[in-house]
């Protein structure tokens, strides 16, 4: 496959990402804040994401397996996997934060079992179209090319 | 970009979140600004030389210079809400109580939408409250903060930065926090 369709493709699955709520605006705004004195900045952030993220889920995990569940813990844990996957733009991440934060409110313990569930799959989304959005970067910048800026309007 | 060499601004960044302190960074970074990002409150308190000040109190004033405490120049403080420990309208409050510190200005951010909280940090004598995540046209709102401190060290330069300054960026819409903007 030769770079300008290397970039089409590209160029289609980012896009797609955006249409299905994947990802959101700040995610072009991680883009729009990398340049050739920062190359490496939205792997980087991801990079920050994806460790935040992962030491939150299995912190999480535990205290939904305690006897006596500590929901405001909780609520704190969630709380910053919010605000990490916000400002990544893993907008459904986020949202399935929100809802979950309401049953932590409600202390109620089934319902957040069931969340976590959401927030992790939506979590493992994002992860595995990131990593291959990433990869085919990768093979642009391999074969020479160069990796165009996404125009989207919203 | 790049009007007057010597003025540039060193702004200090807190924020618990590891992500979050390296967005900050790099948004500050882009607007030319020297920056140093602790990621707590007291470690800003530290780096600022409160801790220090407050130690030297108990002592004559006749041994300490006046500006003892001035081992670092920050011309911005921009803190995160939600932290442990010290919030940020803790370290807010604190700066503001500080003698030395209280003519620097300080902005919040949080990822919270809550018009009590904001209204809490505007009226303690926050300049801006930003909701994150915060952006490119969020920083650009720092000049004008950035300029009045330097105007009331009165900087020869000032008026040829203003001059300079006359471009404005649009302003981002966030209809929940406008209609509470300080003009």
């Known amino acids: 496959m030769e770079v300008g369709q290397m970039q089409s493709r590209l160029a289609d699955y980012t896009k797609s990402l955006f249409m299905e709520g994947i990802l959101d605006a700040q995610f072009l705004q991680l883009q729009q804040l990398q340049d050739e004195s920062n190359p490496d900045f939205v792997v980087e952030v991801v990079s920050l994401f994806f460790d935040d993220s992962e030491k939150l889920l299995n912190d999480i995990a535990r205290a939904l397996d305690q006897q006596c569940v500590d929901f405001k813990k909780i609520d704190a844990h969630v709380h910053q996997l919010k605000g990490s996957s916000s400002s990544v733009g893993a907008q459904r991440v986020k949202n399935a934060c929100v809802a979950f934060r309401n049953f932590c409110e409600e202390q109620n313990a089934e319902e957040s079992r069931r969340c976590l569930q959401q927030v992790k799959q939506e979590y493992y989304l994002v992860k595995n179209k990131l990593e291959t959005l990433f990869t085919l970067e990768q093979q642009i910048v391999a074969a020479g090319g160069s990796v165009p800026m996404i125009e989207l309007s919203f | ?183």
Not at chain 2, 28 to 40: G, P
Not at chain 2, 107 to 125: T, Y
């Open chain 2, 1 to 183: 970009m790049g009007m007057v060499a010597e003025a540039q601004f060193h702004v200090l960044a807190v924020d618990d979140s590891n992500l979050d302190r390296k967005l900050i960074e790099r948004l500050l970074k882009t607007s030319s600004y020297h920056v140093t990002a602790v990621d707590s409150g007291s470690k800003a308190l530290e780096f600022l030389g409160v801790l220090k000040d407050e130690q030297n109190q108990a002592n004559p004033p006749s041994v300490f210079p006046n500006d003892h405490h001035q081992d670092v120049d920050v011309n911005l403080i921009i803190t995160d809400y939600c932290m442990p420990g010290m919030t940020g309208y803790d370290l807010l409050r604190k700066i503001k109580e500080s003698k030395s510190l209280k003519d620097i200005p300080v902005v919040i951010m949080s990822s919270d939408n809550i018009p009590s909280r904001i209204n809490r940090c505007l009226e303690e004598g926050a300049e801006e409250f930003f909701l994150k995540p915060v952006q490119l046209s969020d920083v650009n709102k720092l000049r004008p903060h950035l300029l009045k401190g330097m105007a009331k060290e009165s900087h020869p330069n000032i008026d040829k930065i203003k001059a300079m300054e006359e471009t404005h960026s649009p302003d981002r819409t966030r209809t929940n926090y406008n209609g509470l903007e300080v003009a």
